[in-house]
């Protein structure tokens, strides 16, 4: 069966769905990498082979007429399907002894890479992609086989989920601050300046709560991205901060962070899992990963 003959030119309807998502033919055209003359023109070659319009050109920019926002959302989707087919081909023709990981960024950098040469030693073999996100991964088109991420029971139903460990958050802050200004139970620790994470902007809440207190009503402390910047923030004596004690390990021993509050220590409800698409465990290497993780 041939398709040539129904549809218009693929760069035609790529240069249509691009501007159509930015309602604008100058950043269609950087995204595409042309120039914003040569999205008009594919723009309006496109509408004269269908014969119907699918912009309104008007002094306040580009709308989309009610054809063109019917096409739209069809079209965005069968791009999104054939990125996805080509992204599944691709990690298809990957050799079968590379490993892509992904993880949070905090977690790649305090607890998997001190203890990637174990892996490696046992099974120099295979060859590890270790990239990071703090986002939730698709696991069917993007090209991950195996992930360790931070959640609860509750994951999509295509992928195998298995428990690593619990999250306990820690109190923790530079020993010349908590020098200047001790802190020797729950109440001292609001005279301090109390670093934020900002993608969990509810720690602090839930550790005072444990501690049978009221939270500040207002945190007048930075907010951090990553907990590694937070850690770096309070070993610079910035502040307190709330951070998962699997990631202060170092700090603690060499002395460059202390826990002032050993004794309200929190767990969270979530915790540290490895997915990976249900069926793929009997992949060697996902299957030598998953082995060397619960070892």
């Known amino acids: 069966?041939?398709?040539?003959?129904?549809?218009?030119s693929l760069n035609a309807l790529r240069a249509f769905a691009a501007a159509g998502r930015h309602l604008s033919f100058t950043r269609a055209a950087e995204e595409l990498h042309v120039t914003q003359g040569a999205v008009s023109r594919l723009v309006?070659?496109?509408e004269e082979e269908l014969g119907i319009a699918l912009f309104r050109r008007g002094p306040r920019g580009l709308q989309l007429t009610e054809a063109g926002a019917a096409y739209l959302p069809a079209l965005s989707e069968a791009f999104e399907r054939m990125a996805a087919a080509t992204r599944l081909i691709a990690r298809a023709g990957r050799p079968a002894n590379r490993l892509a990981i992904t993880m949070l960024p905090t977690f790649a950098m305090r607890w998997f890479m001190p203890r990637l040469a174990d892996f490696q030693h046992l099974h120099p073999e295979i060859a590890v992609d270790v990239t990071s996100a703090d986002r939730p991964i698709n696991f069917a088109t993007e090209p991950v086989d195996v992930g360790i991420q931070y959640g609860n029971e509750a994951w999509p139903a295509e992928l195998k989920a298995e428990f690593l460990f619990a999250e306990t958050v820690i109190l923790v802050g530079a020993p010349a601050l908590l020098k200047s200004k001790p802190v020797k139970k729950p109440e001292d620790v609001k005279r301090h300046v109390l670093l934020t994470h900002s993608t969990r902007p509810e720690a602090w809440a839930e550790w005072f709560s444990a501690a049978g207190l009221k939270p500040p009503t207002q945190l007048r402390g930075p907010?951090?991205?990553?907990?590694?910047?937070?850690?770096?923030?309070?070993?610079?004596g910035l502040g307190l901060a709330l951070v998962p004690d699997i990631f202060v390990q170092a700090e603690l021993t060499n002395g460059r962070l202390a826990e002032p509050l050993?004794?309200?220590?929190?767990?969270?409800r979530g915790g540290y899992y490895l997915l990976h698409l249900a069926g793929r465990e009997r992949e060697p290497a996902i299957?030598?990963?998953r082995n060397w993780l619960f070892s």
């Open 1 to 8: 069966m041939s398709f040539s003959h129904d549809l218009p």
């Open 44 to 46: 309006k070659q496109l």
């Open 223 to 236: 907010a951090f991205e990553h907990f590694f910047m937070s850690i770096e923030a309070a070993v610079n």
């Open 262 to 268: 050993p004794e309200h220590r929190v767990q969270r």
């Open 287 to 289: 299957r030598a990963f």
